[in-house]
Nanobody, 123 residues
Framework: QVQLVESGGGLVQPGGSLRLSCVAS????????IGWFRQAPGKEREGLSS????????YTASSVQGRFSISADNAKNTVYLQMNDLKPEDTGLYSC????????????????WGRGTQVSVSS
């Protein structure tokens, strides 16, 4: 069973940038989609962006379009989420997940989840 480990979170000032990494224990090519999600306190989990490791096709939510971008390095079994112009409302626990259907940002379509990395945006 694949394990996903996120890293790269932290505290950043508004307007700053972070790059999150999601490393898979197996090959990213084994999955149709790998996505990034976040959950803010008291809110439901929100899908941000997903990528097909096989085709490179991406899908990004309109709420973060233009600020967040997803990419994959299959040789390193790693998917990245580049986040620019961060805002306080971007604060939350960011998790990556792998699934066999898509493209979709519906968490129910993802079967394997990492534990997440915390992102806090504050001055």
């Amino acid at each position: 069973q694949v394990q996903l480990v996120e890293s790269g979170g932290g505290l950043v000032q508004p307007g700053g940038s972070l790059r999150l990494s999601c490393v898979a224990s197996g090959s990213t090519l084994d999955y149709r989609m790998i996505g990034w999600f976040r959950q803010a306190p008291g809110k439901e989990r929100e899908g941000l962006s997903s990528i097909s490791p096989r085709t490179g096709g991406t899908y990004t939510a309109s709420s973060v379009q233009g600020r967040f971008s997803i990419s994959a390095d299959n040789a390193k079994n790693t998917v990245y989420l580049q986040m620019n112009d961060l805002k306080p409302e971007d604060t939350g626990l960011y998790s990556c997940a792998a699934g066999m259907t898509g493209p979709t940002l519906d968490p129910d379509h993802y079967s394997h989840w990492g534990r997440g990395t915390q992102v806090s945006v504050s001055s």
